[in-house]
């Protein structure tokens, strides 16, 4: 008896994600495919480590966000079967500018 079938070749995305500045890893920060159905994603660990697997080979949106910090978006990412991708992700803190508030007594 012959049985015909294959395995899915899928694949990993990894990487690490940091401030900019300081170099120092962002625990916590989101990392997701836009438009995933059903969504897929992640967030980095206190290494500031992150991993999305069994991804099918294509090209792939990234959007990592972090609190205090701008989004990112990245774009045209090429995942091969042959070999897992790797990312390293600097981050820029986001600078937030507030209306004066006036205290009297």
Do not use: C, H
């Amino acid at each position: 008896m012959v049985q015909s079938g294959y395995a899915q070749i899928t694949q990993t995305i990894r990487g690490s994600i940091v401030d900019r500045e300081t170099q120092k890893p962002l625990p916590g920060a989101t990392i997701i495919i836009p438009g995933s159905e059903p969504l897929i994603g992640t967030t980095s660990d206190e290494k500031g480590l992150f991993r999305l697997e069994k991804l099918p080979p294509g090209r792939y949106e990234i959007k990592i966000s972090f609190v205090g910090f701008k989004t990112i978006l990245l774009t045209n990412i090429e995942l091969l079967s042959v070999k897992e991708r790797v990312l390293f992700i600097e981050m820029d803190e986001e600078i937030l500018q507030n209306k004066t508030v006036t205290i009297n007594a």
